[in-house]
């Protein structure tokens, strides 16, 4: 039988049609296939979802501001994607009229956009007739004819995968043909521990048939050094600044740093020794270890100068102000919040809080008297007053309708009223 028909016939009954950018359109596609480069589907998936919320067409991207970009993308990683993504929009509504062109060659020239990604989303969106070679293709075709890639440098090697892929490409149903190519690459034809029984093309792929892995590459040492965030803190703000000391953080709000080298060594005693706020932590980006070290620096007073908006600002980590961040920062400023969080109940052991019953300020309730929704909102709108008002009112309600706590429709009568009481 041949490749390409392996392929379809397993694309028919295993490879996946449901992920939420598998519709005619080309401007999620697009978007998609961006998000996927270097990225994994289960990863991508929530940050389609949301993307797609906030920018539903490319004219309300085009016109968006790349920190409102930026915000949505923190985490995801690979941040000149985002940078790319806006430049595209922008080029796309000027030159094509907001319509996403249609010729490969001119998709090729937008910003992002590889040979590879051209054929995605020209394929996915059109059924046209191109190939696409990502990561997990390539590692197929190299197993399947166990291609020695030590030899060979990356055009001469691509130039092969090329010749190989075109060739295996059908005249009709290329989109379903690359869609099963990437799913047999990544859910069987991983890097690691490839599932050869269950993989369509086994009974002629050399490397099934070899059990020897070509594919392997030498182990890269990833690149190390060490960050120091100098946190200036005033009150539950802090200073953050767009810089441009780590390219991969382009765009992004992070703290004023300092990099160093650090011996392992060195790094280990730091660890043992350190009780500080925020433990030093590593955090691995592609081929990057960074070794991240804080200090804190509290500041009564802010500097009166005006600040830059677009480079520098105080982020208040309680509004929640929408910019992007990096990853390790984010993880930063979450034990801060709840340091900050912590400490204000030592100091607060009465909580003054809006009483809804009363209409006016109380002293609030130290705990919540039950889980869920309705006891959330007890434990953050009611008094202890109103709340003591209710129990009397409750008990009277219970005796005077004979109410079972064990029953499903007694138990919701009992908490209609409550919310009647306390909340209208």
């Known amino acids: ?123 996915f969106a059109y059924n046209f007739g191109y190939a696409i070679l990502d990561s997990n293709i390539k590692r197929i075709l190299i197993r399947y004819h166990l291609i020695n890639i030590h030899n060979k440098k990356k055009k001469q090697l691509d130039s092969i995968l090329w010749d190989l892929i075109n060739q295996y490409l059908p005249i009709h149903h290329s989109n379903k043909f690359n869609q099963s190519m990437m799913d047999i690459g990544s859910l069987i034809c991983t890097n690691k521990f490839p599932n050869c029984s269950i993989c369509p093309l086994n009974n002629n792929c050399n490397y099934s048939y070899n059990k020897f892995d070509q594919i392997k590459k030498k182990y890269q040492k990833k690149d190390k050094f060490g960050i120091l965030f100098s946190i200036i803190q005033y009150k539950n703000s802090f200073f953050l600044k767009k810089q441009n000391h780590i390219s991969i953080w382009k765009g992004l709000f992070y703290f004023p740093i300092t990099c160093f080298s650090i011996p392992i060594n060195q790094w280990k005693e730091i660890k043992k020794k350190n009780n500080i706020i925020i433990p030093p932590f590593i955090h691995y980006i592609s081929n990057l270890k960074l070794y991240i070290l804080t200090q804190i620096i509290k500041i009564k007073k802010k500097n009166k100068d005006k600040l830059d908006k677009l480079k520098k600002i105080w982020y208040n980590i309680f509004l929640n102000k929408k910019i992007g961040i990096p990853a390790p920062v984010k993880k930063i400023f979450i034990i801060l919040k709840k340091k900050i969080q912590e400490n204000n109940m030592k100091k607060n052991n009465k909580r003054i809080i809006f009483c809804s019953f009363f209409k006016k300020k109380k002293e609030g309730l130290d705990y919540p008297f039950f889980p869920g929704e309705i006891g959330q909102k007890i434990y953050q709108e009611i008094s202890k007053k109103a709340w003591t008002y209710w129990l009397k009112k409750q008990t009277k309600i219970i005796n005077e309708k004979k109410l079972n706590m064990f029953l499903d429709q007694d138990r919701i009568y009992l908490e209609k009223k409550m919310k009647k009481f306390l909340f209208n």
């Open 1 to 123: 039988m041949l490749f390409a028909q392996k392929i379809l016939n397993w694309f028919h009954y295993n490879g996946r049609k449901n992920l939420p950018w598998q519709k005619k359109n080309i401007y999620l596609i697009w978007i998609s296939e961006i998000m996927l480069q270097q990225t994994q589907v289960n990863t991508v998936i929530p940050y389609f979802n949301r993307f797609k919320k906030k920018f539903p067409t490319l004219l309300s991207l085009a016109k968006a501001k790349i920190d409102e970009i930026l915000y949505l993308w923190s985490g995801l990683g690979y941040y000149q994607r985002a940078h790319n993504i806006h430049k595209t929009a922008i080029i796309i509504q000027k030159k094509y009229n907001g319509i996403f062109p249609k010729n490969i060659n001119e998709v090729k020239k937008l910003p992002g956009i590889g040979p590879s990604t051209a054929g995605a989303i020209l394929s």
